[in-house]
């Protein structure tokens, strides 16, 4: 019986518990690791994709997928970059976001009107947003060396990178959305059941629509930091995006099924991830071990977590 | 009845393509859309053009398997007089390099030979047409040479390796190239080695890693031009005044030769993805004509300019221009 509250704690903090082993690890192995700099590093570095993931959590959660974000991303990329080169730097950072709303508006409308799921649904848009992002690159690199766009990738406000301010205000906007606004609740009631939300009067496509829409803003926002950050569009940017931001999500315990989740635990599925490539870089290790080892984080994080679903049942 | 015959040869023309090209060759890129590839089709077209021949290009997604069973495909259509290929796998594509050959049909590789040895230009499959190629450790030891001549006045000189990816044969063999080179010099110290994939944000991301665990950066020995200029943010982030170290880059894209002109950079291992392409085809053209053949063309002699670009080559041919944009 004592071992229950223990067993809950690792089942819902598995992956808290996963980054303070790994930090401790780090720390004993490197000096360099717990330095302020290098934990801003891993912050700045991740940033986008965390941005990325705290949106999708909302997607999961109202019971979709979406993975055409990754391809929303390079839309994004190639959009400023170009736009900052031919018309003004700051006009290319705006409207990365704002492309990136339209395309994820296109894919819940896309979604909801023709009945599809959204795992397939993505499949079709993530090619769709790819091309277009191939097409307005012409497949080349755009450099953008200007000060006027690379502040926001590069910039620090209070000694702290401007892209972590920007995650910090995303996310907690993202919480307060999910945890105390009626919006919030109509997506977990979508997430959990369908059919009881709309017999309930929720409209859900709208709710599902909305998910999508801020997922894409999310990856828009996302590809002008990182564009910024680079100086450089470019239509590769963001592949594989999608899945490192559902393997977060997941990784930070939101289920898969839809109905639960948080945000906090997306954006801590990022760094923790994120360490351990900080960490092979930082101790010069041979990269061949890479996968492996985050294969056996990610296996130890959902031995935590099921360690305490099974004592439950 | 004239006139049906003039309509159905002008149809026929138009089903056909142009009439009076002499034939229709497949390029086989290991993606279209890349920019090194784009440039090679670009120097495959121009050359096609010169000698009266049409082009088709393929996209092999950079997927081994997808570009074997276009080969295949391409061949069993019987629509094509020769074939240009840059593999994905230079080993596993020979299975399709070999149907083509036993059709008797003119087949040459660029970038890459095709088979184990990625150091020979000599055919490693026989009756290969033409291997047009640059052989990764020459022009690896050409680079750390380079980084040598820079520290030879400095002790330690600390030097940072940015590798495309271990997982590439060809990446390994250029590391086990600077690494023999460079650790042949006692004053010589690789602080660290990190993998960019050929990607300016997962050069940036490494190289600003590898900073937080090292300081005093004299020299950045890189086998691309995109991780670096990845790096450079990096450095420059970091507090480096980049015009003071010794960087190295790889590819001679338009990015490297800019940052060459404007002082940035020292040095780039230059890759002429057009002029290889036009040398392909060119080799293509003379084995359709009956004409001789190269059979191994080393790319490091057959480009406009020396293969190892400095500011001083480039002051030496203003006019010269990087083949490829990234």
């Known amino acids: 019986m004592t071992y229950v509250p223990v067993l809950r704690f690792c089942q819902t903090y598995a992956v808290l518990i996963m980054i303070v082993l790994l930090v401790i690890a780090l720390t004993l192995l490197s000096d360099s690791f717990l330095t302020v700099p290098n934990l801003l590093n891993i912050l700045n570095q991740n940033a986008p994709l965390a941005i990325m993931a705290a949106a999708m959590t909302l997607v999961i959660i109202a019971g979709g997928f979406d993975l055409s974000v990754g391809s929303i991303f390079a839309v994004g990329a190639v959009c400023s970059a170009w736009l900052a080169l031919n018309v003004n730097p700051y006009f290319g950072l705006l409207m990365a976001p704002v492309v990136g709303l ?47 766009f690379t502040w926001i990738g590069r910039g620090k406000l209070g000694g702290v990178f401007l892209s972590i301010w920007v995650l910090l205000v995303f996310a907690l906007i993202l919480t307060f959305v999910l945890t105390r606004t009626s919006f919030g609740r109509k997506v977990l009631a979508v997430g959990g059941n369908a059919d009881a939300a709309i017999l309930s009067g929720i409209r859900a496509n709208r709710v599902r629509i909305a998910t999508f829409a801020i997922a894409g803003l999310a990856a828009g926002l996302a590809s002008a930091i990182a564009t910024s950050r680079i100086s450089m569009g470019q239509a590769s940017a963001g592949t594989g995006f999608e899945l490192q931001a559902i393997a977060a999500v997941i990784l930070g315990g939101t289920s898969i099924f839809g109905g639960v989740g948080a945000v906090w635990r997306s954006v801590a599925g990022v760094f923790l991830l994120a360490l351990i490539n900080n960490g092979f870089n930082i101790l010069n290790a041979d990269p061949f071990y890479r996968d492996l080892t985050t294969g056996l984080v990610i296996l130890a994080a959902i031995g935590i977590s099921s360690a305490g679903k099974k004592r439950d049942h | 009845m004239s006139r049906t015959i003039v309509v159905a040869m002008l149809m026929s023309i138009a089903l056909s393509g142009n009439a009076f090209a002499k034939g229709k060759i497949a390029y086989f890129a290991a993606a279209s859309q890349n920019g090194f590839n784009q440039a090679t089709y670009e120097g495959v077209q121009e050359m096609a053009a010169a000698r009266g021949y049409e082009t088709e290009v393929f996209d092999g997604q950079f997927d081994a398997a997808v570009q074997f069973a276009q080969v295949e495909d391409v061949l069993a259509s019987g629509n094509f007089a020769g074939y240009i290929i840059a593999p994905n796998d230079n080993v596993g594509i020979a299975g399709a390099v070999e149907q083509v050959i036993a059709a008797g049909q003119p087949i040459a590789t660029v970038l890459f030979p095709i088979g184990p040895e990625m150091n020979s230009l000599e055919p490693q499959v026989p009756g290969i047409t033409a291997t047009v190629a640059s052989p990764p450790v020459p022009g690896a030891t050409l680079q750390a040479e380079a980084v040598v001549e820079f520290c030879v006045d400095k002790n330690p000189c600390n030097v940072i390796i940015l590798i495309g990816a271990k997982i590439f044969p060809f990446d390994n063999l250029r590391l086990e190239t600077y690494q023999t080179v460079l650790a042949q010099h006692d004053n010589i110290k690789v602080l660290a080695v990190g993998e960019g994939y050929y990607s300016p944000e997962t050069g940036l991301n490494a190289m600003t890693d590898m900073l937080q665990a090292n300081s005093d950066v004299h020299a950045v020995l890189s086998n691309a031009d995109q991780q670096m200029a990845g790096a450079e943010i990096a450095l420059e982030a970091a507090g480096y005044n980049v015009s003071d170290l010794y960087i190295m880059g790889g590819g001679a894209a338009d990015i490297a030769i800019e940052a060459l002109r404007e002082g940035r950079w020292d040095a780039t291992l230059a890759y002429f993805p057009k002029t290889m392409g036009a040398l392909a085809m060119e080799q293509i053209a003379n084995a359709i004509e009956g004409k001789p053949v190269r059979n191994a063309i080393n790319m490091d002699f057959e480009g406009p300019v020396q293969a190892l670009i400095t500011k001083e080559v480039l002051n030496a041919n203003p006019d010269f221009e990087a083949e490829w944009q990234q």
């Open chain 1, 102 to 148: 339209l395309l994820g508006l296109m894919n819940g409308i896309v979604i909801t009107a023709l009945n599809v799921h959204s795992f397939l649904a993505t499949i079709a848009t993530s090619l769709i947003f790819k091309g277009a992002a191939i097409v307005i690159s012409d497949g080349r690199l755009i450099p953008v060396r200007m000060d006027a």
